[in-house]
Each structure stands twice: as structure tokens, then as C-alpha cells.
């Protein structure tokens, strides 16, 4: 049984491989780069190194050489002791030590490991199937020599008419720009103008609108005819009486005297028994009347009484 396999199987998963008392295999990604005179293009991979003094058994490999070729793991741990035992008798007769699609190991004459990675196998699973390749190198040479003969063969000829007319055209475009930009300033300008024009008589049209206005005198050539109202006076049929005189000029004294008083004190028609009342006040409505005579009663004239017509 070979252990290289299993070594190589796990470096595609795992980031070291230590093998108890030989080393460790460790990988590290490395960037796609380019090489050699800028053409050959090698993508992403996994470098392999390898470090002798990683020594420690951490089980993984046994466990995945048992699991794989359903063994114990201590048959396992004994596959892989007796592989090295043989790496190193070969390495200390100065022989190579070849561990397929991982790499060389040698010793060089101060007794040291050298390793040497194998370049054909990446481990990188992200970059699989992907390989490099060379680009081809562009022969710029060639190419000039090749402008070269295609200009001998057909030169180009600047004439100085050709060109002349290239000048003739740029003025001509220069005249064109400039006629149509003052054609468009000109008609702006006209139009300014006419619309001031039009506002200054539209300004003295209107001020002679409103003179007229103030100075027009309006007639009403049918006048309606006027219209008289008669406003009926409000009755007040409810009197309070201070006294009735038979002699007129008795009742214009007592009225006088309740005006002095401050009361609207009024005569009224003479009666049928010839007497002239003299009221103090008169009345629309028999509970204001009422209530007047009562306040009269109490501070005026305790005999005022109440006359309804």
C-alpha cells in the first residue's frame, strides 16, 4: 500500500498534511500571474512546500487511510511509520525520494531536505480545469514593415487645393453662423420693439378711458315716479293717567309738570264726560303698562290709574 494518494487526496481539502516523524506538506493559494516575456497566462493554484520540522501526529492522515482502505487506525499509524522509515533510509543514501503528484525530495551537500513541488497537479478546486496558456507576441515589426510597403505602393497626397478648400469651407461657415445669429438678434430686437409700442398706446388709450369716465355725466331719461310710504304708527292703547282736567290750561300745566319729571307724559283726546286726561306714559302692551303703573304707584303718585281705549 502507497500512501501518496491519500496525501495527495487531502491537500486538496486541507491546508497541512503532517506525516508523524517525516514533516508536513502544506499548501498555499497563489494568485493567477503571468510569465515569462509577458505571454504565458497561469491561473489561480496551490503551492505545495513542504517543512521538516512540522513532526506531531495529528491523526488525519491515518484516520483518512483507514476510512478509505477500511482499516483500523492503528494499522494505519503503522502504514504510514513504515513509509517513512523507508523515505528516510533513502534520503540519508543521498537517493531521491519521488512522491507522486506532490514532489521531489533530495539532499543537498550540507545534508539538508530540498524539496521540489510537482508543477502538473493544482489543488486548488476553485481553478479546476482551468490551465495556462501562451499568448502570441504581436509582431510589431512585421506590422510597420507591412504599413510601409502599403504606403509605397499607395502614398497619400495632401494637395494645397484640398486644403484650400477645407479653409474656403470654415469661412463660409463662419459667414453662415454669423448672418443667422444676427438675423435671430435683429428679430428680437423688432419685437421688443413692437411690443413697447403697443404698451405705450395701450397706457394713453386707457388714460383717456378714465378721463372720460370721470368727467361723464349720466341722465335717467325715464325717471320713476316717487313713491311715498305711510308708516302706521305703532298703537299704544294702554295709558297711565296722573289726572283729567275740565279746564285745558290745568291739563297743559300738569303735562308740563310730568315733562319737568322726566316723564313722555302726553294729553289725551277729551272724554265723553268732557275731561282732558294727562298721562304719564302710554303703552303697547297690558303687562308693561301694569308694571309701569305699579312703579309709578309706589314713587310718584299712589292714585295713577290705568286707561285702556
Known amino acids: 500500500m502507497t500512501i501518496e494518494k491519500h496525501i495527495s487526496a487531502l491537500l486538496y ?6 506525516l508523524p516523524g517525516f514533516g508536513a506538506f502544506i499548501s498555499e493559494i497563489q494568485s493567477a500571474k503571468v510569465a515569462g516575456s509577458a505571454s504565458t497566462f ?38 504510514i511509520a513504515l513509509e517513512v522509515s523507508k523515505w528516510i533510509a533513502s534520503l540519508e543514501q543521498r537517493e ?11 539532499t543537498n551537500t550540507d545534508l539538508n531536505w530540498v524539496f521540489e513541488p510537482c508543477e502538473d497537479v493544482n489543488y486548488l478546486t476553485s481553478s479546476f480545469g482551468l490551465t495556462g496558456f501562451v499568448s502570441p507576441l504581436v509582431t510589431r515589426e512585421e506590422l510597420k514593415a507591412q504599413v510601409e510597403e502599403l504606403e509605397e505602393k499607395a502614398p497619400i497626397i495632401f494637395t494645397t487645393e484640398r486644403k484650400n478648400n477645407y479653409g474656403f469651407l470654415k469661412y463660409a461657415a463662419s ?19 413692437i411690443a413697447n409700442q403697443t404698451l405705450f398706446v395701450e397706457k394713453q388709450v386707457q ?4 378721463h372720460k369716465i370721470q368727467e361723464a355725466t349720466f341722465f335717467i331719461s325715464n325717471p320713476l315716479n316717487s313713491v311715498e310710504l ?22 297743559q ?18 272724554n265723553k264726560s268732557g ?5 304719564y306714559d302710554s303703552y303697547s302692551s297690558l303687562d308693561e303698562a301694569q308694571l309701569a303703573k305699579q312703579k309709578i304707584q309706589q314713587e310718584h303718585n299712589t292714585e295713577a290709574w290705568l286707561l285702556i281705549d
Do not use: W
Open 96 to 106: 531521491k525520494v519521488v512522491i507522486k503528484n506532490i514532489g521531489e525530495i533530495s
Open 253 to 270: 300745566a300738569a303735562l308740563n309738570n310730568l315733562k319737568e319729571r322726566g316723564f313722555t307724559a302726553r294729553l289725551l283726546e277729551k
Open 275 to 279: 275731561l282732558i286726561p294727562v298721562a
Open 230 to 251: 305711510t308708516v302706521k304708527e305703532e298703537l299704544k292703547p294702554y295709558h297711565i293717567i296722573a289726572g283729567a282736567y275740565r279746564n285745558e290750561e290745568n291739563a
Open 13 to 18: 481539502r486541507f491546508q497541512c498534511v503532517t
Open 175 to 193: 459667414i453662415v453662423l454669423f448672418l443667422g445669429v444676427g438675423a435671430i438678434g435683429y428679430k428680437m430686437y423688432h419685437d421688443q420693439q
Open 207 to 210: 388714460e383717456k378711458v378714465n
Open 42 to 79: 497561469n491561473p489561480p493554484k496551490k503551492v505545495i512546500t513542504f517543512n521538516p520540522n512540522v513532526k506531531n501526529n495529528d491523526g488525519l492522515l491515518a484516520n483518512h487511510i483507514a476510512l478509505q482502505e477500511n482499516i483500523s487506525f492503528e494499522k494505519a499509524t503503522e502504514v
